[in-house]
């Protein structure tokens, strides 16, 4: 079963929590500011803007799931998890990427944590997940979680075992997930209020 690890790893400053449909916004902006080397590795190849931004207009269907670290607002890592339009074969993709300057700080692995527990509570028992054989930070990680990894001469395949659900990974995820609501909430009315603010003051004689 994979390794759980601890919240407090995580030394940035932002939050980490489910991110919604309605969010997309910040999800493109965040791929659109991964540089070069950060694209590749994440999607295996050269990837230009427009690639990008159809990939996540497809990441919020049905099949998928996203956790970010969002800090002052942006999106500056993301975990995604798809594969939920076909439960009935167990298994999930995981990908990740995390900008540049938000690196070494344990959001990855925070992140990782939020997939897994999102996983167990789906009943997929399996996670894969790909990398280049260069990418030895991905690797690293993987292997934290205990992965199985088998190399190849274009990737690196990995095979991580999740588990099934307890009553602690559906509190844990429901307590996040609430969190993560009422975060998104309070943005979107305080989006609302400030044009309405500005309407009545500009109103006034």
Known sequence: ??????????????????????????????????DVL??????????????LVNYAETT????GLVYAYIEDGHVRGAA?????????????EAAFSVEKAWRRQGIGET?????????????IRTLYMTCLPENAAMRRLARKFEAELIGGYNDVEGTIATGGPTPFTVLDEAFDNAKGFATLA?????????????ARS????
Do not use: C, Y
């Open 38 to 51: 950060t694209r590749r590795e994440r999607f295996g190849t050269a990837v230009n803007d427009d690639f």
């Open 186 to 198: 309070l943005s979107l009315q305080r989006r609302f209020w400030r044009p309405a603010f500005f």
């Open 1 to 34: 079963m994979a390794r759980s690890t601890k919240a407090g790893a995580m030394s940035g400053q932002g939050e980490i929590r489910r991110l919604w449909p309605t969010e997309r916004a910040l999800f493109i902006d965040h791929l659109l500011r991964l």
């Open 60 to 63: 919020f269907g049905v099949g």
């Open 111 to 123: 992140l990782f944590t939020r997939l897994i527990t999102a996983s167990r509570n789906r009943g």
């Open 80 to 92: 995604e998890l798809r594969g939920l339009e076909d439960i009935v074969t167990q298994t999930g």
């Open 202 to 205: 500009s109103s006034r004689p």
